[in-house]
């Protein structure tokens, strides 16, 4: 009896989809639907072009000789053209893009520390947005997975998080945080700038993703392919890692790509108060920097790091949104 | 001889299944033969043994949870499936039938009860002991959307129990996996595909190429054609058969589908309220059921024949929840036989009580004293929880 041909042959015939010709993942399909509308790859090169000064301001190119160095008269207005060699015989007028945007107080190229201020930027966001994700993922499965007592105090550390306002709670972190010394694996640590800056970023902003992680999860462990996985034998750590996380890692991917806009934006506001970075430029402190340049009509300054931030900004979160629209699978009605 | 035999029945079972929605030729219908050969049944010792089986679920309230009741989803249910043999499980939608086969697997604790596989009870294992017994028991699902995780494709769905039970790797578990597919008739280079690329037949084949991936002897299939079109359904049915007969797989085959049990099982049990209320050989059954509840359910079966030969008995009132089951027979509410017991018996032995909005006079003893399920008359074997019923 050749009952293993049979239905193979009358499954061709009948109730088969069509197959396209290669397998289609989710994600396979995500970036296919990203991929018709032509602005999100303008959003992506823009993104790269902020990635690549990032990369560069890590190297010499753009080190602190650069940024720091006197390049013209205090508070310069920009201007295309300079002077080199003043004073000497061979003095002349040639295009200087140091004096693009201007300099500030101590002569110092705007446009150099802007670029640098990439750097900071995105560390600071990339880094806070990892720990929040990260924090938010596993206690979000964690709850969603175990629920009962695990489940009600995660569910209660987030409620109390959330119940005070998070720039109150990140400033103060940020205040608790700053320049404090501790002792770890035998050695002295001090929290300044950047891990300081991260750290009150990523811990106090988690609670979203959690309670979103929490609520999928509650939703997939019913599906009965987590039932089917049981019956299997597979144990609780392959359930949740290689059968739940799969299926809701698109809120982590979101929430990844918006958490990092959030960021840079709180970078600003924490070095606005003078908890950001030190010894090194930063929008935020260029901002900080500029309100009272501002009433000297030197506007550059504040002009080149909003423009910064806003063109960051809008880059990921339309990027973000066409993500969110790509992969949630509420939205594409597959769910 | 064999080999005519298995032809007549695989084309009777076509050409009945074919036909499934407006179905089928009743049961009792004398123009049919049998659909296979009845096997004997309770030989030797059973494969699997269940016994007074609860699953109850607390009903929480309030800050502090406390639990304010019990929803009896399973409420003492008692079988025993024999092994390359199939029982039956049906009943209306909430009865509990497809919680008996969760808590079987141990998918859903159980409150009290016992399952006896191989002579072993398997609720006293735990860790790996249990991960490896499980290689024998395995479910097959009713939707087939839900039961195959869309981010992984088809080869890592089949392949995954060879994985975690640490059978096959790399190459091998690459040809184990085509064979697999194979077997329930699907192509081999279907393995690099996703789930949602199929249609629900082919899905429920990767189901059941899953479940028999580490070729178990017993398989829970939990409503596994209800979901599916009637042409699909019967091909379904019938590579489940076919495996059945190739493999000796025993099933415990849950369905409402009253048609489509008698045409899979050799033993039949009716469910109603967590409680199996009714259970015989298949054909012993629908030739001849004993309990209330079963009557009325065989005369809903709908006939392809307009001009109906049986009167349908219409119940009334509602399924009451489980979480307050009526005292007595879970069923005297509803139940017509009762009602008529009650108009001969003497005024002392009855009691008036008010379901759906009416009054009705009904035995004492249903409404004070649950039925046991005990032999009735007719064929060894065939029990039913009935006080009316001989």
Same mark, same amino acid.
């Given at each position: 009896?050749?009952s293993a041909?049979?239905p193979?042959?009358?499954?061709?015939?009948?109730?088969?989809?069509?197959?396209?010709?290669?397998?289609r993942?989710?994600?396979r399909?995500?970036m296919?639907?990203?991929?018709?509308?032509k602005?999100?790859?303008?959003?992506?090169?823009?993104?790269a072009?902020?990635?690549?000064?990032?990369?560069?301001?890590?190297?010499?190119?753009l080190?602190?000789?650069v940024f720091?160095?006197?390049?013209?008269?205090q508070?310069?207005?920009?201007a295309?053209?300079?002077?080199?060699?003043?004073?000497?015989?061979?003095?002349h007028?040639?295009?200087?893009?140091?004096l693009?945007?201007?300099?500030?107080?101590?002569g110092r190229?705007?446009?150099?520390k802007?670029?640098?201020?990439?750097?900071?930027?995105?560390?600071?966001?990339?880094?806070?947005?990892?720990l929040?994700?990260?924090i938010g993922?596993?206690?979000?499965?964690l709850?969603g997975?175990? $629920?009962?007592? #695990?489940? &009600?105090?995660?569910?209660?550390?987030?409620? !109390?998080?959330?119940? =005070?306002?998070?720039?109150? @709670?990140?400033?103060?972190?940020a205040?608790?945080?700053?320049?404090?010394?501790?002792k770890?694996?035998?050695?002295?640590f001090?929290?300044v700038?950047?891990?300081?800056?991260?750290?009150?970023?990523?811990?106090?902003?988690?609670?979203?993703?959690?309670?979103?992680?929490?609520?999928?999860?509650?939703?997939?462990?019913e $599906?009965?392919? #987590?039932? &089917?996985?049981?019956?299997?034998?597979?144990g !609780?750590?392959?359930? =949740?890692?290689?059968?739940? @996380?799969?299926n809701?890692?698109?809120?982590?991917i979101?929430?990844f790509?918006?958490?990092?806009v959030?960021?840079v934006?709180?970078?600003?506001?924490l070095?606005?108060?003078g908890?950001?970075?030190?010894?090194?430029?930063?929008?935020g402190?260029m901002?900080d920097?500029?309100?009272?340049?501002?009433m000297?009509?030197?506007?550059?300054?504040?002009?080149g790091?909003?423009?910064?931030i806003?063109g960051?900004?809008?880059?990921l979160n339309?990027?973000?949104?066409?993500?969110?629209?790509a992969?949630?699978p509420?939205l594409?009605?597959?769910d | 001889?064999q080999?005519?035999?298995e032809?007549?029945v695989?084309?009777l079972?076509?050409?009945?299944l074919?036909?499934a929605?407006?179905?089928?030729?009743?049961?009792?219908?004398?123009t049919?033969?049998?659909?296979a050969t009845?096997p004997?049944?309770?030989?030797?010792?059973?494969?699997?043994?269940?016994r007074?089986?609860?699953?109850?679920?607390p009903?929480?309230?309030?800050?502090?949870?406390?639990?304010?009741?019990?929803?009896?989803?399973v409420?003492g249910?008692?079988?025993?499936?024999?092994?390359?043999?199939?029982?039956?499980?049906?009943?209306?939608s909430?009865?509990?039938?497809?919680?008996?086969?969760?808590?079987?697997?141990?998918?859903?604790?159980?409150?009290?009860?016992s399952?006896?596989?191989?002579?072993?009870?398997?609720?006293?294992h735990r860790?790996?002991?249990?991960?490896?017994?499980?290689?024998q028991?395995?479910?097959?699902?009713?939707?087939?959307?839900?039961?195959?995780?869309?981010r992984?494709?088809v080869?890592?769905?089949?392949?995954?129990?060879?994985t975690?039970?640490?059978?096959?790797?790399?190459?091998?578990?690459?040809?184990?996996v085509?064979?697999l597919?194979?077997?329930v008739?699907?192509?081999?280079?279907?393995?690099?595909?996703?789930?949602?690329?199929?249609?629900?037949?082919q899905?429920?084949?990767?189901?059941?190429?899953?479940?028999?991936?580490l070729?178990?002897?017993?398989?829970?299939c939990?409503e596994?054609?209800?979901?599916?079109?009637?042409?699909?359904?019967s091909?379904?049915?019938?590579?489940?058969?076919d495996?059945q007969?190739e493999r000796?797989?025993?099933?415990l085959?849950?369905a409402?589908?009253?048609a489509v049990?008698?045409?899979?099982?050799?033993?039949?049990?009716v469910?109603y309220?967590?409680?199996?209320?009714e259970k015989?050989?298949?054909?012993?059954l629908?030739?001849?059921?004993?309990?209330?509840?079963?009557?009325?359910?065989l005369?809903a079966?709908p006939e392809?024949?307009?001009?109906?030969?049986k009167?349908?008995?219409?119940l009334?009132?509602?399924?009451?929840s489980?979480?307050?089951p009526?005292?007595?027979?879970?069923?005297h509410?509803r139940?017509?036989?009762?009602?008529?017991?009650?108009k001969?018996?003497n005024?002392?032995?009855?009691?008036e009580?008010?379901?759906?909005?009416?009054?009705?006079?009904?035995?004492?003893k249903?409404?004070?004293?649950?039925?046991p399920?005990?032999?009735?008359?007719?064929?060894?074997g065939?029990?039913?929880?009935?006080w009316?019923?001989?």
């Amino acid at each position: 009896m050749s009952s293993a041909a049979t239905p193979a042959a009358v499954d061709t015939v009948m109730g088969a989809v069509a197959l396209s010709e290669r397998p289609r993942s989710l994600w396979r399909d995500a970036m296919a639907r990203l991929h018709t509308r032509k602005l999100n790859y303008v959003y992506a090169s823009v993104l790269a072009i902020y990635a690549l000064v990032a990369i560069i301001a890590f190297t010499p190119l753009l080190g602190k000789s650069v940024f720091d160095a006197q390049v013209g008269a205090q508070y310069a207005p920009p201007a295309f053209t300079g002077t080199v060699e003043q004073g000497t015989a061979n003095e002349h007028s040639t295009i200087r893009p140091s004096l693009w945007l201007g300099t500030d107080i101590a002569g110092r190229s705007v446009l150099y520390k802007l670029l640098y201020g990439t750097r900071v930027a995105l560390t600071v966001s990339l880094l806070a947005s990892i720990l929040s994700v990260v924090i938010g993922t596993v206690l979000g499965l964690l709850a969603g997975y175990y $629920r009962g007592w #695990v489940d &009600a105090l995660i569910t209660w550390l987030y409620t !109390t998080i959330n119940s =005070i306002p998070w720039i109150l @709670l990140m400033v103060a972190l940020a205040y608790a945080l700053k320049d404090r010394e501790f002792k770890m694996f035998g050695q002295e640590f001090k929290l300044v700038g950047i891990p300081s800056i991260v750290m009150a970023l990523g811990l106090t902003s988690w609670v979203g993703l959690c309670r979103l992680m929490r609520g999928e999860v509650l939703k997939h462990r019913e $599906r009965d392919y #987590v039932a &089917a996985a049981k019956a299997v034998g597979a144990g !609780t750590s392959r359930i =949740i890692f290689r059968h739940i @996380l799969p299926n809701t890692f698109h809120l982590v991917i979101i929430d990844f790509t918006l958490g990092i806009v959030s960021f840079v934006q709180a970078e600003v506001i924490l070095s606005f108060l003078g908890l950001g970075v030190k010894d090194q430029p930063s929008w935020g402190v260029m901002i900080d920097d500029a309100k009272l340049e501002l009433m000297r009509n030197v506007w550059w300054q504040f002009a080149g790091a909003t423009a910064a931030i806003f063109g960051l900004s809008i880059c990921l979160n339309f990027l973000g949104d066409a993500l969110r629209d790509a992969l949630d699978p509420r939205l594409r009605g597959v769910d | 001889m064999q080999r005519s035999q298995e032809a007549q029945v695989k084309l009777l079972v076509d050409v009945r299944l074919d036909g499934a929605n407006q179905l089928s030729q009743f049961p009792s219908s004398p123009t049919l033969p049998a659909p296979a050969t009845p096997p004997p049944l309770n030989a030797g010792p059973p494969l699997l043994q269940v016994r007074n089986l609860r699953t109850w679920f607390p009903i929480k309230r309030g800050v502090f949870q406390r639990t304010v009741g019990q929803i009896k989803a399973v409420d003492g249910v008692s079988f025993d499936v024999q092994a390359g043999r199939t029982l039956g499980l049906v009943g209306e939608s909430g009865c509990g039938k497809t919680t008996v086969g969760r808590t079987i697997l141990r998918l859903i604790p159980a409150t009290t009860g016992s399952v006896t596989f191989k002579g072993d009870d398997f609720f006293a294992h735990r860790g790996e002991d249990l991960r490896h017994l499980r290689r024998q028991m395995q479910i097959i699902f009713q939707d087939p959307v839900s039961s195959l995780n869309p981010r992984m494709t088809v080869g890592n769905i089949v392949g995954e129990p060879l994985t975690v039970h640490n059978i096959a790797w790399g190459s091998d578990r690459v040809d184990r996996v085509a064979a697999l597919l194979q077997r329930v008739g699907l192509d081999p280079s279907y393995a690099s595909r996703y789930p949602h690329e199929f249609s629900g037949g082919q899905r429920q084949r990767i189901g059941i190429a899953r479940a028999l991936a580490l070729s178990p002897d017993f398989i829970v299939c939990d409503e596994p054609v209800s979901a599916l079109d009637v042409s699909i359904q019967s091909q379904i049915l019938n590579l489940l058969d076919d495996l059945q007969r190739e493999r000796k797989i025993a099933f415990l085959f849950i369905a409402h589908n009253l048609a489509v049990v008698e045409h899979f099982s050799d033993e039949v049990a009716v469910m109603y309220l967590g409680r199996i209320v009714e259970k015989a050989s298949r054909t012993e059954l629908y030739a001849n059921p004993k309990h209330p509840y079963t009557v009325a359910l065989l005369s809903a079966v709908p006939e392809p024949d307009p001009r109906p030969k049986k009167t349908r008995i219409v119940l009334s009132g509602e399924v009451p929840s489980p979480s307050k089951p009526p005292t007595g027979c879970p069923f005297h509410p509803r139940c017509p036989l009762t009602r008529e017991a009650a108009k001969q018996a003497n005024a002392a032995d009855t009691v008036e009580i008010t379901t759906a909005g009416e009054r009705v006079r009904v035995l004492r003893k249903c409404v004070e004293e649950v039925p046991p399920l005990e032999q009735k008359q007719g064929e060894p074997g065939h029990v039913a929880a009935c006080w009316v019923t001989r």
